[in-house]
């Protein structure tokens, strides 16, 4: 049974930053890719980051390039998202998430989910 549980999600100011991890258990954590995604209220869940097995490659939504930074740490069997220069556009609840495939943007590759955190942010 795969696990993944997000933390460091919160209250923050426009212009602040938080960083979210996501800690995994069963599976090897080194041969997934991981995803982060965000679903704001009435809204569709949507891709925000992932990042491939070995680091290398990343991938990034066009709403958070050169502010969200998404990396991870297969010692640890954690990933994180560190987000800078939050706008209130970002408020959202957080998911990681978990492909045994290739790194990807949708959200049907994935096949482990957290159970998200949320973040908040204040204008």
């Known amino acids: 049974q795969v696990q993944l549980v997000e933390s460091g999600g919160g209250l923050v100011q426009a212009g602040g930053s938080l960083r979210l991890s996501c800690a995994a258990s069963?599976?090897?954590?080194?041969?997934?890719?991981m995803g982060w995604f965000r679903q704001a209220p009435g809204k569709e869940r949507e891709f925000v980051a992932a990042?491939?097995?070995?680091?290398?490659?990343?991938y990034y939504a066009d709403s958070v390039k050169g502010r969200f930074t998404v990396s991870r740490d297969n010692t640890k069997n954690t990933a994180y998202l560190q987000m800078n220069n939050l706008k209130a556009e970002d408020t959202a609840v957080y998911y990681c998430?978990?492909?045994?495939?290739?790194?990807?943007?949708?959200?049907?590759?994935?096949?482990?989910w957290g159970q998200g955190t949320q973040v908040t942010v204040s204008s």
């Open positions: 069963g599976r090897t954590f080194s041969s997934a890719t």
């Open positions: 998430a978990t492909d045994i495939g290739s790194i990807s943007r949708r959200l049907d590759d994935y096949d482990y």
């Open positions: 990042i491939s097995r070995n680091s290398i490659i990343t």
